[in-house]
């Protein structure tokens, strides 16, 4: 008699229990899909890392090849009086 008192409840808890196995593999799924989306996400990250690492070296390359033909362009370029004196003719005003 006990079992056919309790006959309500155990339907009822099997049902719920039911719904909560629905729930947890809803839930589930969910999580397998945010997995994948979080993996793609990392790999992303990764690719970006590199790509930041590749143009910080470039840049490092650039700054000092910047500095060194910094160096030999004022070396080689003439002072602006020397400019001015040939375009106005004294240069060759001075050499006759």
């Not at 309500?8 to 945010?34: E, M, N, R, T, Y």
């Not at 997995?35 to 840049?59: A, C, N, T, W, Y």
């Not at 090849?65 to 002072?79: G, H, N, S």
Request: charged share 25%.
């Amino acid at each position: 008699q006990d079992y056919i008192k309790d006959n309500d409840s155990l339907v009822l808890l099997h049902d719920q229990i039911h719904d909560c196995d629905i729930v947890l593999s809803q839930i589930g799924s969910l999580l397998s899909g945010f997995q994948v989306h979080i993996r793609s996400l990392s790999s992303e990250l990764r690719s970006l890392h590199e790509k930041s690492l590749d143009l910080g070296v470039r840049l490092k390359n650039r700054k000092l090849a910047e500095t060194k033909l910094a160096a030999f362009v004022e070396e080689i370029v003439a002072p602006p009086g020397l400019v001015n004196a040939i375009i106005d003719g004294e240069f060759l005003l001075a050499g006759k």
